[in-house]
């Protein structure tokens, strides 16, 4: 029998990004928020020092800000067709876990989508006519514009200290930035982070090709900064421990180093840290939620009421818990009908690893947000029919990333029967000082028969079904990474470099070798109820005292990291929450 | 403020716990028996030889490392999802097995330590035992309790972790592997060196924990 907790305004399920957005939006306005994290309480001081994270074997290579499989994890099949497997170790994407999520042990690059991605599907039948699009494609426009959301992540990169260099104000083009990006009101809060030989060398290299670089925007405080709730932030140092890791210094923007120490403070806001929400609980007409049920560390159930519930979980996990809830109708591939778990996306990533004629590069030196960029072949700014009979939708940035290389990481010795061993092995790790890397962030369309759903047989140690996912790659995203890397490949090749080798997708999706941790989809914000699972204020449409909201409302992946755009469309339907319905509940857009 | 309650429980610590962590001292193996201990060392002296470049895994205590980790939660494949049904797959799909790396590696080694020849593994020369492993690493030994393929692939990547892991887990004794491929080591600071281009450091190596002395034998 489950312990009822006295009621509140707004239960939170996960206390990564979103959560601590709404969070902070809600006590803002004098509700009483509880959050429930899965995870422990992480603090900045006590658990990110550098002599705990600065130890690529715990934390890089063996996740240890990482959920476990046996806590969470997802079945995997590559057709509709086969049965799914459990996915039985960490893999393809690794999935944070505790304060902050994802969003504490990200890489920090802070990319904003370009206007043309959010009406993807308008825009490339305008340009190029519907038969680009096969008939399994589901990709569809967002349920917002650029125009719409551009004040929200003008306000995003402010609360987290974003650096970058802007280069479309207010329509003037700013030398340095990127030409090609949607129009900003303002600049960055903070400058460009420092450059290193190997940025200078892919910048120079693109400029003479004809292409445009431009400095990655990076979620690392490249100078002392204070946010706009008075959070302060220090100066980023370039030890090169970002991505899967927690930053010591106050320098990468996290909700640790942006929100949270704020919100801990209010009076309105409670954290119940290993908590896990096992379900959203719906009344008996199935319209109206009145709070969660969640299990807490000694495996005691609970009953928490509250007036709204917010679904602020990883991309997979949002999905997950809807479909245990039966919230929304689930996806049915037979038919299209049904939303939640529609239009489930990850990412095509891409490299031309290259050998450069001699060390110089200080790979140890770096940050996960340090590199230069071009956009050429994202979005329209390229013609997607370039190559003749291989045209496709989609694309993605290239650039070259200076992330600070740890020595394990940089030693793979290869899998299978080509793996390298003995003098061989010694002589290829030595290329460590002089390897550079030119990747693609290659978006993934959405295809009818790629989806989530529940699976028939394997279970979460609540005795839910555990997620699972129907996926594989598909031609048209075969194409677009092959056209990716032979830029990737061009350019390194231009810098003066040997190819290495390349890393395309053009088989079979592997869960076992890591991609991104890019997911997308399954609890997709649309413009009609018939789309998608959420309105563009992350409202569900079947429940309206429920919101969802992460990168599980992207009807696609676009050809970039994901993590400014999920800020972005948190704020902007929080900022609904605010200004219309918790002063009159209800649908805030008509079905 | 004066905090006396704090200072007298400072004092009154053991010194130890205030110490940084010491390099494990070298001692009998805690996973291992003494013969998988010798067929991991032989392996290991394969896997990352001693030649022109420098040391090998043997100098920098991989098999110790191994030894370690195989005792430990890593070993014992703590974390995984272990539920069944079990059932096989295609490789995309990930290791199904619920056998843990520990198991995998005393299976393994009781099985194939024996050469074909009659000889046992371990007290083979180089040149034979470059060729068994090349045969595990090509799949001539599989089924019947071997699982050579999956055994060789585990060997190498984890002779590769305790070649570069931080020294404070056992292996990349004295710097070894940090020190063949130029890793100057862990540095919260880098920024006086944006500009360096490749040039030498005038900077002592330093590991999660300090400097090399910081790993010393007690």
């Known amino acids: ?591 | 403020m004066s905090l006396p309650g704090l200072a007298v429980a400072l004092t009154a610590l053991p010194a130890l716990a205030l110490q940084p962590p010491r390099r494990p001292a070298p001692s009998e193996p805690v996973f291992f028996t003494a013969l998988e201990r010798a067929f991991v060392t032989a392996a290991v002296d394969r896997l990352l030889p001693a030649d022109e470049l420098g040391p090998g895994g043997v100098a920098a205590e991989v098999p110790r490392y191994i030894d370690l980790q195989l005792a430990g939660p890593w070993g014992r494949g703590d974390g995984r999802y272990v539920a069944g049904p079990m059932k096989d797959g295609p490789p995309t799909l990930g290791d199904q097995a619920i056998m843990s790396r520990a198991t995998l590696y005393r299976m393994c080694i009781a099985a194939l330590r024996t050469l074909p020849a009659g000889r046992d593994f371990a007290d083979a020369d180089p040149t034979a035992r470059d060729a068994f492993l090349r045969s595990l690493q090509q799949g001539e030994h599989e089924g019947n309790q071997m699982q050579g393929k999956k055994f060789f692939a585990t060997l190498l990547e984890d002779s590769v972790s305790g070649f570069m892991a931080d020294p404070s887990y056992g292996g990349n004794a004295g710097f070894v592997g940090w020190k063949l491929i130029g890793y100057p080591g862990v540095r919260y600071d880098w920024a006086p060196y944006l500009k360096n281009d490749g040039r030498a450091l005038d900077l002592p190596l330093v590991g999660t924990f300090g400097p090399a002395d910081g790993y010393g034998l007690e």
């Open chain 1, 1 to 591: 029998m489950a312990t009822r907790k006295p009621a509140v305004d707004a239960v939170v399920c996960g206390f990564g990004l979103t959560g601590a957005l709404v969070a902070e939006a809600l006590t803002a306005q004098g509700l009483r928020v509880v959050a429930l994290e899965r995870g422990s309480m992480l603090r900045t001081a006590t658990d990110f020092s550098p002599a705990i994270q600065m130890d690529e074997l715990r934390f890089q290579q063996r996740h240890g800000l990482m959920v476990q499989p046996e806590q969470s994890t997802q079945t995997f099949r590559h057709e509709a067709s086969g049965e799914a497997l459990p996915m039985r170790d960490i893999g393809a994407w690794q999935i944070g876990t505790g304060v902050g999520g994802s969003a504490a042990h990200w890489a920090g690059q802070a990319f904003r989508l370009m206007p043309d991605e959010f009406r993807l599907r308008s825009h490339m039948i305008d340009r190029y006519g519907a038969d680009i699009f096969p008939d399994t494609m589901t990709s569809q426009d967002y349920a917002v514009g650029y125009d719409e959301l551009e004040p929200y992540y003008d306000r995003f990169e402010k609360l987290m200290g974003i650096s970058g260099q802007a280069g479309n104000l207010r329509g003037t083009i700013i030398p340095g930035g990127n030409p090609l990006e949607g129009w900003r009101s303002e600049h960055y809060p903070n400058p460009p982070l420092a450059r290193m030989k190997s940025t200078e060398l892919f910048d120079k290299t693109a400029g003479s090709l004809g292409l445009h670089p431009y400095p990655c925007a990076a979620a690392h405080a490249s100078r002392p900064y204070t946010n706009p709730l008075g959070v302060r932030m220090g100066r980023c140092t370039y030890c090169g421990f970002c991505s899967g890791y927690g930053c010591g210094n106050y320098s990468k923007s996290s909700p640790q180093t942006t929100i949270i120490p704020v919100v801990m403070q209010r009076d309105e806001f409670e954290l119940r840290s290993r908590s896990v929400v096992t379900r959203v609980l719906i009344d008996s007409a199935g319209k109206h939620a009145t709070g969660v049920e969640y299990v807490d560390v000694s495996g005691k159930t609970f009953m928490q009421p509250a007036e709204m519930v917010f679904v602020c979980s990883f991309t997979l996990a949002n999905s997950h818990l809807l479909l245990v809830s039966g919230i929304g109708s689930p996806y049915d591939p037979a038919t299209g009908q049904g939303v939640v778990g529609r239009n489930y996306a990850f990412q095509l990533w891409g490299a031309a690893n290259i050998v450069m004629a001699g060390p110089g590069y200080d790979p140890w030196i770096g940050a996960g947000g340090l590199g230069q960029i071009i956009d050429d072949y994202d979005c329209d700014n390229f013609d997607h029919r370039a190559v003749p009979g291989q045209a496709f939708v989609g694309g993605g940035y290239i650039g070259l990333f200076q992330y600070g290389n740890q020595p394990i990481g940089s030693s793979s010795p290869g899998v299978g029967k080509d793996a390298v061993w003995g003098s061989a092995l010694k002589k290829q790790m030595t290329n460590y000082q002089n390897t550079l890397q030119v990747q693609s962030m290659g978006g993934n369309q959405s295809y009818r028969d790629c989806y989530l759903s529940l699976d028939p047989t394997y279970k979460d140690p609540y005795g839910r079904p555990l997620l699972r996912v129907t996926y594989d790659f598909k031609d048209n995203d075969r194409r677009m990474s092959r056209f990716l890397v032979d830029q990737c490949q061009r350019i390194g090749e231009a810098m003066g470099g040997r190819l290495l080798n390349r890393v395309d997708r053009g088989g079979s999706f592997d869960t076992t070798q890591f991609q991104t941790t890019h997911n997308s989809g399954g609890a997709v914000a649309s413009a009609t109820p018939d789309k998608g699972v959420v309105n563009k204020f992350g409202q569900t449409w079947s429940t309206p005292n429920v919101f969802v909201y992460g990168a599980s409302q992207f009807p696609q992946t676009p050809g970039r990291n994901p993590t400014i755009t999920v800020g972005a469309t948190t704020l902007l339907g929080l900022d609904g929450v605010v200004k219309t319905y918790i002063k009159s509940p209800g649908a805030m857009v008509p079905a």
